[in-house]
């Protein structure tokens, strides 16, 4: 008599070891995603590294916290060609079987390190890139060429934050429709309960705001965030006599241009810029705010957007890349039409002027959203695709 074959039951059994690969280790949203799809990684039991191509390393410690190992790579911008060769070792030293890759030139690395390697490669798209920024000249033409010409030949897991940037994907680098899994950014529910971030208004008045209806924007400061698209909403709700205020916390290379924009418009008593600020720092202040407001131009599946939602807290958007599919306008959010101010000062008037309705639709976005965009509910899906690659012949 033959017993049941357990070999496959071990094999799901069995404890991944997977090295995942990023340009740097910045309070940016695929990082912070990354440190919780990690954290629930290592919590299932799984081996987990991640090595950083550049510096910054901020959130190396969050992830050395819940038991990830952090590599290093140090590399300076001009010596990203031999960011496959850090790779490469890094995952031979860790005897990782999975290299996960976020993030193009991450992805590239990767991509080049699995060249005649025996590693199951994933790689995750984060924002459909080509939709801000399109390949309009020879030098973008030959790079896109390249990436996704590797994507096709390298990449057995290709994932995507939303439905929105896979498709994308999809259509620029020629992959076959439905080839580009959707995983959605994970969030860690729990510590995300309302109850555990009671709302105190005096961390408004710390950064020298008045007592108005405050609107938080934190967002990294790029064009794609649209900071200017918000500034020109407030001066159309400070034209109609309303009491505003906002709050615009992150880093990036145009904070000067909008803190200037600010000084130049004189609204410095009423718009307040600080600089990148902790993520549980961010979390009190979506609290205490009145709504959280993204205006921008591009979007994979924003961090901070899902954390407010999470939260409980009101929204309003812009209804581009996968914001939609976090947001139903009118239900769990608001969500406006990008590039026009007009539209995103009337949904921030609606919000101040139908707080309870406000509040009942972010009571609705948490309920929906625990369900689906739980870290380790994530993780369990991202795992039975490593796993289903790594039984293919």
């Known amino acids: 008599m033959v017993g049941p074959d357990t070999s496959e039951q071990a094999e799901t059994d069995r404890p991944l070891r997977i090295l995942h690969v990023i340009e740097t280790l910045g309070r940016g949203g695929a990082e912070q995603a990354l440190v919780s799809l990690t954290a629930a990684q290592v919590a299932a039991g799984h081996v987990v ?163 108005a209806f405050l609107m938080l924007m934190p967002a990294r400061f790029v064009i794609e965030k649209g900071h200017d698209v918000l500034l020109d909403a407030i001066q159309v709700l400070l034209a109609d006599g309303r009491k505003v205020a906002a709050l615009l916390t992150g880093d990036g290379p145009t904070r000067q241009w909008v803190e200037t924009a600010i000084k130049d418009r004189g609204m410095t008593g009423v718009v307040k810029v600080t600089p990148a600020l902790p993520r549980r720092h961010v979390l009190t202040l979506m609290t205490a705010a009145d709504v959280v407001v993204l205006p921008s131009r591009l979007e994979g599946l924003p961090m901070t957007l899902g954390e407010a939602l999470i939260l409980g807290r009101p929204v309003v958007a812009t209804s581009v890349g996968g914001v939609p599919e976090l947001v139903e306008s009118g239900v769990s959010g608001l969500l406006v039409p990008p590039d026009d101010p007009a539209r995103l000062a009337v949904a921030l008037a609606a919000v101040a002027d139908h707080p309870l309705e406000a509040a009942a639709r972010g009571a609705y976005a948490r309920a929906r959203l625990a369900r689906t965009l739980d870290a380790e509910a994530i993780a369990r899906q991202l795992e039975k695709i490593y796993r289903l690659q790594h039984r293919r012949p």
Do not use: C
């Open 49 to 211: 590294g991640v090595i950083a191509l550049s510096a910054p390393y901020e959130l190396a410690a969050a992830l050395e916290e819940v038991g990830v190992t952090v590599y290093r790579a140090d590399l300076p911008r001009s010596a990203l060609l031999r960011a496959p060769a850090a790779v490469r070792s890094t995952a031979r030293r860790m005897d990782a079987g999975i290299l996960h890759a976020h993030l193009p030139l991450a992805i590239v690395a990767a991509e080049l390190a699995s060249i005649a390697a025996s590693w199951d490669l994933a790689v995750t798209f984060h924002i459909a890139g080509y939709e801000l920024f399109p390949a309009t000249t020879v030098q973008r033409r030959i790079r896109k060429a390249i990436e996704g010409f590797l994507t096709r030949h390298r990449a057995a897991i290709r994932t995507a934050v939303s439905e929105h940037v896979a498709r994308h994907y999809e259509l620029h680098f020629r992959l076959p429709l439905g080839s580009v899994a959707v995983v959605y950014n994970p969030f860690p529910i729990d510590e995300l309960d309302p109850a555990r971030w009671p709302r105190d208004r005096q961390l408004i008045r710390d950064f020298g705001l008045p007592d």
